[in-house]
């Protein structure tokens, strides 16, 4: 099938509604486990189920969750958001899982569930694979598994995972990526193997969802500190629901002081503002500008490139009011390299269903 594009949602999340909604997917042993330990959700409390930021009210069915049917979902986005193709980005507590067996066989049947019951029910359809970092090993078999299948456009990672993502024992991940020409998506989320503040623990829920830009920036850091893209240059990282407007002062700060600490990481051979624009790219939602033409158009000056923005609705999440996914405030003359050709540029397979 080919598509005539109109715009590419870049984050949109279908909803586990429940452990129960996966036992089809596990193998006979995995599956008693399920049932004679009681394992009811893995739902991560990075999006508590009832929070006004999690769905709108409209969009909630049974139980009050959303995003649990194609249908709507493909209403949604496909009619009243008006995109062409989707990527389905599904945040299932499998990070939370400290038994790497258990992380294993419940990511499996969350990429097996992601197929059967939304990618071969609308052909608009596409996903990232969900991978259980908890062992690497484990996380390339799941990637070179689900490979195969041209509709998986991507590898998803939170970003707060257990340990910085530039990591040398990570490697292997971005390896494969980079090999099936998948780029490395880090979602706003995260396992709670550390607290989520530089400072510890949070009392409230406020103060998880606003820390999560220090997680991005942390990440990114590491990336580019490690040596990531020296040693993958073919591999591009999207920033999912990270906010937009921290990027440049902290790359201002981050290329300051690498000019004076350059020689603790010689791989890190320019500047890593230059490397950012060349492999990292952001989602729209949040889009954390005010509805001000002239701010935005600073803001997205100070990115110095046109390149970096990729359309999302983040539907169910409510980052925005009405149904016009791509804020307001974005100038007119960038609309189709965020709705499609920046999306098309970063994932090289979305380009099979253009015509």
Not at 135 to 157: G, P, T
Not at 188 to 199: D, I, K, N, Q
Not at 319 to 324: A, I, L, N, S
Request: include cysteine; hydrophobic fraction near 40%; aromatic fraction near 10%.
């Amino acid at each position: 099938m080919t598509i005539n594009l109109h715009a590419i949602d870049c984050d949109v999340h279908p909803t586990v509604p429940g452990m129960k909604a996966l036992l089809p997917y596990l193998d006979d042993y995995w599956r008693d486990s399920v049932e004679e330990r009681g394992i009811g959700s893995l739902e991560s409390i990075s999006y508590p189920p009832n929070s006004p930021l999690t769905a709108r009210d409209e969009w909630r069915g049974t139980g009050g969750l959303a995003g649990t049917d194609v249908t709507q979902l493909s209403e949604t986005v496909f009619g009243r958001f008006g995109s062409s193709l989707a990527i389905c980005n599904c945040l299932y507590g499998v990070q939370l899982v400290f038994a790497e067996d258990m992380a294993r066989a419940f990511t499996r049947a969350l990429n097996d569930w992601i197929v059967k019951e939304w990618l071969d029910k609308d052909a608009r359809l596409r996903a990232s694979i969900v991978v259980p970092l908890q062992n690497i090993e484990y996380a390339v078999d799941e990637i070179e598994r689900c490979a195969s299948d041209r509709r998986f456009v991507q590898v998803l990672v939170l970003a707060m995972e257990e340990a910085p993502l530039g990591r040398r024992s990570n490697w292997p991940v971005y390896a494969a990526a980079e090999r099936h020409g998948l780029p490395l998506g880090v979602h706003a989320g995260s396992a709670y193997r550390h607290p989520v503040t530089s400072l510890g623990w949070p009392s409230y829920y406020i103060e998880d969802y606003a820390a999560q830009a220090q997680g991005f920036q942390s990440q990114l850091t590491s990336l580019i500190a490690e040596g990531v893209f020296a040693k993958f240059p073919s591999l591009k990282v999207v920033l999912m629901e990270s906010g937009v407007t921290w990027l440049p002062g902290f790359l201002w700060r981050f290329s300051k002081f690498w000019r004076g600490l350059r020689t603790e990481v010689p791989w890190v051979d320019r500047p890593p503002d230059e490397i950012v624009r060349d492999h990292v790219r952001l989602t729209v939602q949040p889009f954390d500008v005010p509805e001000d033409s002239e701010a935005a158009e600073r803001a997205i000056e100070h990115l110095r490139s046109d390149d970096i923005l990729l359309f999302a609705s983040d539907y169910p999440h409510w980052q925005f009011d009405g149904d016009e996914a791509m804020p307001k405030a974005i100038p007119r003359a960038l609309y189709r390299k965020i709705l499609v050709d920046n999306p098309l540029a970063t994932y090289p397979r979305l380009k099979e269903a253009v015509r």
